[in-house]
Structures are given as structure tokens and as C-alpha cells.
């Protein structure tokens, strides 16, 4: 079943709020395999100019992923989510992510189109302190495989 | 924030320096747990295979992860890393065997900036086939 384009626009609830830890900075460089000390060390991430560990690029994944489900698993939207893989992700910092930053986060559901037989869902999550403050902007394109309306 | 290369001594064409990454299934166990995504197809073979995979897949997610560490060992601070998007185009297949998949990143500086900032283009290849699309980092140097 092809996806209601009248939810182009909408906007979900904010998230709880997440409050990014030393430990599951580090916890996260370590699943990427990734040794840099900036990410464990605070001397180290003080040297380079940050107030704490920095997060590593794709860290807000852990949140954003979460705004995401909001929408994929939303039953309004009918996603079928056997039939979903991830197109495309990217993300645009307003400023690097530190431990201790309280973040929240804002999906919306930035487009919908239909591409040689698949929906494709683009989602943005916008990241913020609880001060209001836009810390980054992740956006993520979820492809329904086959699911668009066939053209006559 | 500071990177250790300055945007002085970066031209279009300067290569960043290449590096490879094994992956096998523990690696891809680890990042389940870290990142929250325990979707099958990443650690149950026989449900990867039911649905169409050759075999238990990477996380795009943790290609994209891995790919960006060629900008960030570069840049010498991950904070220099101002924007990063790819396309997953296809997947890193992992078997079980003792070897697992490996993913080999080089990147080039494709345009220069305003604000000291340039425009890295990333290649991820895995069994000699791309796997990420128009992967490209904005990096804010020194």
C-alpha cells in the first residue's frame, strides 16, 4: 500500500531528554573500533578545545534512531517494516557533541515519493539542548521496497 | 575545536591517508549493543538469508561509522567533522569464517570552502565493490 502523503509536514513529540555520558561515549567508540583519545580521555578532548569527550560523528544515531521508530512504527503511516532498509543518512552540526550535553530530539517527516516502485520516506531529526539551543540536524531517507503504486 | 591540518596546506586532489577495517560477526554483535539497532539481519544468519541476504549484513550505519574515521584521524579532531552523509548502496556482507568482511576507505578533497572549510569525498569498497554512495564530509581545519 502506497504511503499517505499527508504526512509530509508532520512533526512528532519531542523525545525525552538524553543526557550523553563519558561512558557511553566511549562504549560507542569502542563498537566502531575506534581508538581515538578524544573520545575517552577529557585532557585529550580539552587539548583539541572541547569542554569534555567529543562524540563521534555518527554517535546521535543512538537518539535519532529512537525519533525514527516514532515514525516508521507510527500504525497511522502503515509502514511495513519487513520491507524497509536504510537509503541514505546524513548529518549537519550546528556544533560537535559533547559528554553532558542534555539533547532532545524532533522528528518530522520532511518528505514522501515514490521511485521505480518504492516509497521513500525522508525523516529529519533535529537535535537540541533542553536550552533550545540546535545542536544538529540528522537527516535519514527509509526506503519501502515496493510498496508505491504502480503507474498505469 | 582544531584540526591539526590547515586549510593552508589543503588543495582539490589532496589525499587523505587510506585505511582498512575487519569487520566480523563479534564486531557487528558489539555495535547491536551500543547503537540499540538489534535488527536480525545483522546477527542471525539464517533470518538474513530468509529474506533475501546473502549472508548476515553490516549495519549501514557502522560502514558510515568506520568510513568517517579516514576524515577524523586526518582532521586530528573529530569535532572538525561540521557535516557527513552517505547513501547505502550496497551491503558489506560478513561470513563466518575467521576472516569476516573488510572495508578499505580513501577519501580525496573534492572543493574548498568559505570559513577554512573543505569538502572530502569518501570511497568504501568491499570486495572490490562500492559500497557507500556520494559520501562526502564537510571538515572544518585549522
Known amino acids: ?152 | 575545536m582544531t584540526a591539526t591540518v590547515s586549510f593552508d596546506d589543503v588543495e582539490v586532489g589532496t589525499e587523505l591517508p587510506q585505511q582498512s577495517f575487519p569487520l566480523q560477526r563479534l564486531d557487528l554483535v558489539r555495535y547491536c549493543g551500543a547503537s540499540g539497532d538489534f535488527n536480525v539481519i545483522h546477527w542471525n544468519e539464517r533470518i538474513a538469508k530468509a529474506v533475501g541476504l546473502p549472508d548476515v549484513i553490516v549495519h549501514g550505519m557502522l560502514t558510515m561509522a568506520e568510513a568517517v574515521r579516514v576524515v577524523t584521524d586526518w582532521a586530528g579532531d573529530p569535532g572538525a567533522v561540521v557535516e557527513y552523509g552517505v547513501r547505502f548502496t550496497r551491503p558489506v556482507v560478513v561470513p563466518d569464517d575467521d576472516r569476516g568482511a573488510l572495508l578499505e576507505v580513501s577519501g580525496v578533497v573534492t572543493e574548498l570552502l568559505a570559513d577554512r572549510r573543505v569538502r572530502v569525498e569518501l570511497t568504501a569498497m568491499s570486495t572490490e565493490q562500492k559500497v557507500l554512495g556520494q559520501a562526502r564530509a564537510v571538515v572544518q581545519l585549522g
Request: aromatic share 6%.
Open chain 1, 1 to 152: 500500500m502506497p504511503l499517505d502523503p499527508s504526512f509530509i509536514g508532520k512533526r512528532y513529540p519531542p523525545s525525552e531528554t538524553y543526557l550523553v555520558s563519558r561512558a557511553k561515549i566511549a562504549e560507542f567508540a569502542d563498537a566502531v573500533g575506534d581508538p581515538n583519545p578524544a573520545y575517552r580521555d577529557v585532557a585529550a578532548a580539552r587539548a583539541l578545545g572541547h569542554p569534555d569527550v567529543v562524540a563521534p560523528p555518527t554517535f546521535l544515531v543512538v537518539l535519532t534512531m529512537r525519533s525514527s521508530a516514532q515514525v516508521v512504527f507510527d500504525p497511522e503511516l502503515g509502514l511495513d517494516y519487513s520491507m524497509v532498509v536504510h537509503g541514505e543518512q546524513s548529518f549537519a552540526y550546528e556544533r560537535p557533541v559533547h559528554a553532558g550535553d542534555e539533547l532532545v530530539v524532533i522528528g518530522s517527516v520532511e518528505n514522501i515519493r515514490s521511485v521505480a516502485g518504492n516509497d521513500l520516506l525522508s525523516l529529519r531529526g533535529e537535535v537540541s539542548t533542553t536550552d533550545g539551543e540546535l545542536v544538529c540536524t540528522a537527516r535519514s531517507t527509509i526506503v519501502s521496497r515496493g510498496t508505491a503504486a504502480q503507474e498505469a
